[in-house]
């Protein structure tokens, strides 16, 4: 987040919101099995868990 990102939401009334898990799906390396072991790990009750949708950024697979 950015100065003007935190600004901006100051504006608008809004609460900027982080992501609490990472589930690391874009690599080529990503599973689903390894995407549920590293969110598990990170996440507590009322978290936000940050996932991707794939795009051609993405490791092939991904």
Do not use: C, F, Q, Y
């Not at 990503?30 to 009750?45: Q, W």
């Amino acid at each position: 987040m950015s100065t003007a990102a935190h600004l901006a939401a100051h504006r608008l009334r809004l609460t900027p919101v982080l992501r609490t898990s990472w589930g690391e799906d874009w690599t080529a390396r990503a599973t689903p099995a390894s995407v549920r072991h590293i969110v598990r790990s990170d996440l507590d009750g009322g978290g936000t868990i940050l996932l991707h949708d794939s795009d051609r950024t993405s490791a092939p697979g991904a």
